[in-house]
């Protein structure tokens, strides 16, 4: 179903804080616990698109943006390349925390083939939701990660989320499950 007031854009790098803004629901739960001080953390999350090897895709309607999705095309890192941001935002303690958590995600996550392309985060607009924008936006990214060679999609779901039927309807597959301070999650590919 494709919504006729609708469009997407490719994200270009003047548009990181329009999509910080419209992931930050999709972010804000897992900021939370990483860091136990969202607002603050919640302007860590600029830096953090930035500093991942990817590229993202915006819906709007009208000037409104309402959808947007982003897809790193290799092991994230972007920890690492953006430690100075988060260390001076979130300070040495926070930042510490941060990355204590996030090093137990990726032990426990699993290996990803190599030419996967993730989605770290996709968030549709509350208001917009069920109107088929976040098929679309899946449906552009696949499109971007065919184009450059990746044979699959992957991403984790927290277990029990909505999300995981949505994510089965447009074909993802449940590769496995597994389980950190973060949550319980499923590891679900799409084969492009």
């Known amino acids: 179903m494709d919504p006729p007031d609708i469009r997407i854009v490719e994200a270009t790098a003047d548009d990181i804080d329009v999509?910080?803004?419209?992931?930050?629901?999709?972010f804000r739960r897992y900021v939370d616990v990483l860091v136990g001080d969202v607002d603050r953390a919640m302007r860590?999350?600029?830096?953090?698109?930035?500093?991942?090897?990817g590229m993202g895709h915006i819906a709007y309607a009208g000037a409104r943006p309402v959808g947007a999705i982003l897809v790193t095309y290799d092991?994230?890192?972007?920890?690492?390349?953006?430690?100075?941001?988060?260390?001076?935002?979130?300070?040495?303690?926070?930042?510490?925390?941060?990355?204590?958590?996030?090093?137990?995600?990726?032990?426990?996550?699993?290996?990803?083939?190599?030419?996967?392309?993730?989605?770290?985060?996709?968030?549709?607009?509350e208001g917009f939701r069920r109107r088929g924008i976040g098929s679309l936006l899946i449906g552009e990214a696949v499109a971007?990660?065919?184009?450059?060679?990746?044979?699959?999609?992957?991403?984790?779901?927290v277990r029990?989320?909505?999300?995981?039927?949505?994510y089965e309807r447009l074909g993802f597959e449940h590769?496995?499950?597994?389980?950190?301070?973060?949550?319980?999650?499923?590891y679900m590919r799409l084969r492009l």
């Open 75 to 125: 092991e994230p890192r972007f920890l690492l390349q953006n430690a100075l941001t988060i260390l001076r935002v979130l300070g040495p303690r926070r930042a510490v925390r941060a990355a204590l958590i996030a090093r137990d995600y990726l032990r426990t996550a699993p290996r990803r083939p190599p030419d996967e392309g993730w989605v770290e985060a996709v968030g549709v607009d």
């Open 44 to 53: 860590v999350i600029p830096g953090i698109i930035r500093a991942m090897d």
């Open 19 to 26: 999509m910080a803004s419209v992931l930050a629901p999709a």
């Open 144 to 157: 971007d990660l065919q184009a450059r060679g990746r044979t699959s999609m992957g991403l984790a779901v």
């Open 175 to 186: 590769v496995t499950s597994f389980s950190n301070r973060l949550g319980d999650w499923h």
């Open 160 to 166: 029990g989320s909505p999300a995981v039927m949505f």
